[in-house]
């Protein structure tokens, strides 16, 4: 069974200093990555997604993530962190014809 | 377009009661997802539909929770009787037919369901 694991529950970072948020998976075959991040009171919104191709993905709000298949990670990444990046951010993936299965999400906050 | 729209925004019901929830997905989108938010179980798949038929309701927890979707632009996620233990955020997404369940998914800004 296909499972996605965020290790951190909160992760704290001073504004201006580089992010990451980390993200394992657990895919039979070729994985299909995702992160989503989630405002307070508000649905989860897409940031960027991983299909095939470079590892290096870039996404919204000047975020990235870089898959790392021998590490089977997907951490997403930002190189300086703005105070309005705080936020809860979900990890994703699925093998392909299956829906797509959920981290538990980490609460990243950014202080000024 | 609006966006996955849901409502309502907010339902507080009694224990017993039926509460029915309300999604409009993304005109043209041919896959709809339910899911329920708790702090303790994180973000869970309910059931998911393709082309209105439902594919998977594996995540539904009981007899209770029922969902269909009459067609291309509604479906409604059905709890009778309701719990306490219901009481969730519930979001719907939905998603293009390009990747199939991989594709993007969409998510409408959720109903927050209090049982009391």
């Known amino acids: 069974a296909q499972s996605v694991a965020q290790p ?3 992760v704290n970072v001073a504004e201006g200093n580089p992010l990451t948020v980390k993200c394992t998976y657990s895919v039979s075959g070729n994985p299909y990555l995702f992160w989503y991040v989630q405002y307070p009171n508000r649905g989860l919104q897409f940031l960027l997604k991983y299909i095939t191709g470079d590892n ?4 919204s709000y000047g975020f990235e993530a ?3 298949k021998s590490q089977t990670s997907f951490h997403l990444k930002k190189p300086s962190a703005l105070v309005s990046d705080s936020a809860l951010y979900f990890c994703a993936s699925s093998s392909g014809n299956t829906p797509l299965v959920f981290g538990k999400g980490t609460r990243l906050s950014v202080i000024a | 377009d609006a966006g ?3 409502s309502p925004r907010h339902e507080v019901t009694e224990m017993g009661q039926e509460v029915t929830l309300r999604c409009k997905p993304i005109s043209g989108h041919d896959y709809l ?3 329920r938010q708790t702090m303790m179980r994180g ?7 393709n082309n209105n038929v ?5 995540g539904m927890p009981e007899d209770r929770f029922s969902a269909k979707m009459p067609n291309a632009s509604f479906s409604t996620l059905k709890i009778q009787p309701s719990e306490p233990r219901d009481s969730a955020v519930y979001f719907c997404a939905s998603s293009d037919r390009v990747w199939g369940t991989t ?3 969409y998510f409408g800004p959720g109903t927050r369901l209090t049982v009391l």
């Open chain 1, 66 to 68: 870089e898959f790392n």
């Open chain 2, 4 to 6: 996955v729209i849901q």
């Open chain 1, 8 to 10: 951190e529950d909160q």
């Open chain 2, 54 to 58: 439902p594919i998977d309701d594996s």
């Open chain 2, 103 to 105: 594709d993007t998914q």
């Open chain 2, 43 to 49: 973000l869970e798949l309910l059931i998911y539909f």
């Open chain 1, 56 to 59: 290096l993905v870039k996404g």
């Open chain 2, 33 to 35: 997802f339910w899911y």
